[in-house]
């Protein structure tokens, strides 16, 4: 999958930044990422220090941007802008306090067309990613929220899991914009989206606040995107197995064979996908934030290079 989106992406002149530029795994996948011509980075931090500790580990970063936010040329004309985007409720002050800090500065170079997409969270919370995000980004036209989303993968076998990571106990609108927003993150990554609305019961065989919001949402969800197959409620096992399906829910085109999953809530979604990864062998990709304007995604503090390249190649993809 990553090698047909990295080669995708190659021409396309994509630029991602880094917000954190000095972290040996961040210029790891700098160095592969120009080496390799399949997107344009930027580096944020000190240039002296961005190159020394690049030139200590080894890594040719000779085909990226490096900017300092404390030396920037614009920095004038981004403050101007960022206090327009906030509509008082910071000063010029306090904006250029912010800007100090790579993740405002990183996403405010989005916002001003300076690059495509960031990726940060190396070294800090996923709070701190996604609120410069929701402040000067915004949502997109139509969307009230950011939700997230875990790519599973094992070979050839792909399956999206949703929200596991942002949003805790979801209305039964906002699973509905959960579950079309994930549709297309899906369908990005070439999985034909075929959504389960998970809970424990199926079509009606149990009882209880989530069924009901499940059973409602799943509702809603046909009437405003009439375009997507989806099918709810659903047992997890009815939703993956021909055979359960076949007994439980035999006329669903869904129900056996479903690749998109929707949880009633964050706790259910959490475990879900990291049972699919400690116990089933899938590789997570994520969380891949969505309902944002331009791509922003964060990373585990605990992540290594390679998962650093391969969410950048997610990110940049996303764009």
Do not use: W
């Not at 010029?92 to 912010?98: D, N, T």
């Not at 405002?104 to 996604?130: E, N, P, Q, R, W």
């Not at 094992?154 to 579950?179: Q, S």
């Not at 949880?263 to 400690?278: E, M, Q, V």
Request: hydrophobic letters at 40%; aromatic letters at 6%; one cysteine or more.
């Amino acid at each position: 999958m990553f090698t047909k989106l990295a080669n995708d992406l190659k021409g396309t002149g994509r630029t991602l930044v880094y917000t954190e530029g000095t972290d040996p795994r961040i210029l790891e996948s700098a160095a592969k990422l120009t080496g390799e011509g399949v997107m344009n980075i930027i580096l944020l931090g000190n240039p002296e220090e961005v190159k020394a500790v690049a030139a200590e580990k080894g890594f040719d970063i000779s085909g990226c941007e490096i900017i300092d936010p404390a030396a920037y040329a614009e920095l004038d004309a981004m403050v101007e802008q960022m206090v327009a985007l906030r509509k008082g409720k910071m000063t010029e002050e306090q904006v250029r306090s912010a800007l100090a800090k790579s993740n405002y500065f990183g996403t405010m170079l989005v916002k001003m067309g300076k690059a495509d997409c960031l990726l940060g969270g190396a070294t800090y919370s996923t709070a701190d990613t996604v609120r410069p995000a929701l402040q000067l980004i915004k949502t997109k036209p139509g969307n009230s929220l950011v939700s997230s989303c875990f790519i599973l993968v094992k070979g050839e076998e792909k399956m999206a899991f949703a929200d596991c990571a942002i949003n805790i106990d979801p209305t039964e609108d906002d699973l509905v914009e959960i579950a079309a927003e994930t549709a297309k993150t899906a369908d990005t990554f070439g999985i034909d989206p075929r959504i389960a609305m998970l809970c424990y019961s199926t079509l009606g065989s149990g009882k209880g606040e989530d069924v009901t919001k499940m059973v409602n949402a799943t509702q809603k969800i046909k009437e405003q995107h009439p375009e997507l197959k989806v099918e709810g409620e659903l047992q997890f096992d009815a939703a993956v197995s021909p055979v359960v399906a076949q007994v439980k829910c035999p006329d669903s085109q869904v129900a056996g064979k479903a690749n998109t999953f929707i949880f009633p809530d964050i706790t259910s979604g959490n475990i879900g996908y990291k049972i699919a990864a400690r116990l089933g062998g899938f590789e997570a990709i994520g969380p891949i934030l969505q309902g944002l304007n331009a791509p922003i995604n964060d990373l585990s503090r605990g992540c290594n290079a390679e998962e650093v390249y391969k969410m950048s190649i997610v990110t940049a993809a996303l764009s």
